[in-house]
Nanobody, 124 residues
């Protein structure tokens, strides 16, 4: 079993930055690929960024490419999402997720474990 807890969300003005953290506990954290998803009111959950279990491969949604950076520190059992140049359309509830595999996936249904999420609000 893997337990995930997000932190670092908050309120920020457009153009600002936030760093989200996802702390994991449980077995074999380093062998789980992980990802960040977000869900805005009235919309379905969407993929934001993913990272392989070694951290060597990353993948981003086109909407955040060049602005967001995903990383992980397996020694600390923690994954991060650095969000720069934030836009109002980035406003959503952000979730971290893990799957038992080498590579991340863009589909929410491919992930076995989820955190409770953290709110990110970007004002103009």
């Amino acid at each position: 079993q893997v337990q995930l807890v997000e932190s670092g969300g908050g309120w920020v003005q457009a153009g600002g930055s936030l760093r989200l953290s996802c702390a994991a506990s449980g077995r074999t954290f380093s062998h789980y690929a992980m990802g960040w998803f977000r869900q805005a009111p009235g919309k379905e959950r969407e993929f934001v960024a993913g990272i392989s279990w070694s951290g060597s491969s990353t993948y981003y949604a086109d909407s955040v490419k060049g602005r967001f950076t995903i990383s992980r520190d397996n020694a600390r059992n923690t994954m991060y999402l650095q969000m720069n140049s934030l836009k109002p359309e980035d406003t959503a509830f952000y979730y971290c997720a893990a799957r038992a595999g080498i590579y991340s996936d863009t589909a929410p249904e491919e992930y076995h474990y989820w955190g409770q999420g953290t709110q990110v609000t970007v004002s103009s």
